[in-house]
Nanobody, 129 residues
């Protein structure tokens, strides 16, 4: 029903930039009219953190305080790909980054990671000092 594929991760020096992509294949086209997509990350020994979320119909967004001013989430015109442009990267940004999607009515909030049921395999981002 929903397949998500991340790409764009890699290793970069502090202060550098990366752009992550999440390509979505969704069989139920009605889902595009009422769903959230976004990026979460998890570092070793830490819980999963919402990084940036976008509501597809209206393109309203949420950013974690730790990435505001540095990361930008966006989507293409067809709403099939969501991007995360990351600039001024810091070592603490090192984590596995996951793309997720869910219907709005199934979420207690856009940031409730445990409520999302559709996930990609993740892409590793490593930032060195």
């Amino acid at each position: 029903q929903v397949q998500l594929v991340e790409s764009g991760g890699g290793s970069v020096q502090a202060g550098g930039s990366l752009r992550l992509s999440c390509a979505a294949s969704i069989s139920d086209t009605d889902m595009y009219s009422d769903m959230y997509m976004g990026w979460f990350r998890q570092a070793p020994g830490k819980g999963r953190e919402a990084v940036a979320i976008i509501y597809l119909p209206g393109r309203s967004t949420y950013y974690a305080d730790s990435v505001k001013g540095r990361f930008t989430i966006s989507q293409d015109n067809a709403k099939t790909t969501v991007y995360l442009q990351m600039s001024s990267l810091k070592p603490e940004d090192t984590a596995m980054y996951y793309c997720a999607a869910e219907r709005k009515y199934r979420l207690s909030s856009p940031f409730a990671s445990n409520d999302y049921n559709y996930w990609g395999q993740g892409t590793q981002v490593t930032v060195s000092s």
